[in-house]
């Protein structure tokens, strides 16, 4: 199961490249790092499994002595001087197909900005868990995103697999969440307290990707 898919763009061709953050010159021999040194992460979380995977990418990013701020964006402002961070990543949980609002506003609102800075999107969702759902899931909650939002070209898209925590729901989204799981299952198969799709190497690799 591959809980974390990752796909990365050259930032000038457009091209799809899978490893890091390298870009060449004419002279294919040439190769020059970038260093990420300023980085910025803005969420929108609803039952907080994405703060636990800012939090990681975090650690990781700080392991690599890059300096990254991270910013609940339905509790705290982003920061107006986003042309000072080398990348900013912006994120969020998927419920009923859906981002949260406030990551959408920051796009929207910071459009111009964002489309002069190397910008990463993720999601976290309950279909990154399911390999049959994750074509489906690129596009519709990231492929999308980008594409309406003219100018805006991120460098790197990530689908990470979340959790099904039903003890945090109230009792209709518990019922409702723990059908459509069920139906998943194969028959006769009771729907665990808790599933957890998120891959901890995975989500560094990611961030290390972007950074490297
Ligand atoms: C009410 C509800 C609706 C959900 N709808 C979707 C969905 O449409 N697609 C999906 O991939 N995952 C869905 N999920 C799974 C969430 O994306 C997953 O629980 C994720 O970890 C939520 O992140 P958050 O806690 O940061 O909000 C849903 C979860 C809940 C509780």
Redesign the pocket.
């Known amino acids: 199961m591959d809980s974390v898919v990752a796909r990365m763009k050259h930032r000038d061709t457009g091209d799809l490249f899978p490893g890091r953050n390298i870009f060449r010159g004419e002279d294919t021999s040439t190769v020059l790092m970038l260093m990420i040194e300023k980085a910025l992460i803005c969420y929108?979380?609803?039952?907080?499994?994405?703060?636990e995977?800012v939090q990681e990418m975090v650690k990781t990013a700080e392991g690599l002595g890059t300096k990254t701020e991270a910013v609940f964006l339905k509790k705290d402002r982003p920061p107006t001087n986003l042309h000072e961070y080398d990348l900013v990543i912006i994120g969020?949980?998927?419920?009923?197909?859906?981002w949260?609002k406030e990551p959408l506003d920051f796009i929207k609102n910071n459009l111009d900005l964002l489309s002069k800075t190397r910008v990463a999107l993720f999601v976290?969702?309950?279909?990154?868990g399911s390999p049959e759902?994750c074509g489906q899931?690129q596009v519709a909650?990231l492929d999308k995103i980008v594409e309406k939002h003219p100018g805006f070209s991120p460098i790197s898209t990530a689908l990470i697999g979340?959790?099904?925590?039903f003890k945090k729901?109230n009792f209709g989204?518990r019922a409702?969440?723990k059908k459509i799981v069920k139906a998943q299952l194969p028959p006769g198969e009771e729907v665990p307290e808790k599933l957890d799709f998120r891959d901890w190497d995975k989500i560094r690799d990611w961030i290390r990707q972007l950074l490297q």
């Open positions: 929108g979380s609803r039952y907080g499994t994405t703060t995977v969020s949980g998927i419920a009923a197909g859906q949260t976290v969702c309950g279909d990154a759902k899931a909650y979340g959790v099904f925590d729901y989204v409702l969440v």
